[in-house]
Nanobody, 114 residues
């Protein structure tokens, strides 16, 4: 299973960014998906998750600002990030769970300037 994330970069506070992640090697429509992030000198944390049925969950810090979504026809997952804050800065990782194993993309850096 391979994941390739795109969309990171520098954005000003209050701005928006959309991350995408293409997944290959799994039956994507059956996989739970998630986005994690790791801020400098902090542990990796769950940002948003979505199961194969479409149910979503978000961390308290991003609820109302971020949206996770998936396009099963294109084996691609997305994270729409709005009203970004400097504390959203970090490396964002896409994740899928397949046959009880976690698979990760390489991460894409999002930097939010104040």
């Amino acid at each position: 299973v391979q994941l390739q994330a795109f969309g990171g970069g520098l954005v000003q506070a209050g701005g928006s960014r959309r991350l995408s992640c293409h997944v290959s090697g799994a039956v994507f429509r059956l996989t739970p998906i998630a986005w994690y992030r790791q801020a400098p000198e902090k542990q990796r944390e769950l940002v948003a998750g979505m199961d194969s049925g479409g149910s979503r969950n978000y961390s308290d810090s991003v609820t109302g600002r971020f949206t996770i979504d998936r396009d099963n026809a294109r084996n691609t997952m997305f994270l729409q990030m709005n009203n970004l804050k400097p504390e959203d800065t970090g490396v964002y990782y896409c994740n899928v769970r397949w046959w009880s194993r976690d698979f990760w993309g390489r991460g894409t850096l999002v930097t939010v300037s104040s």
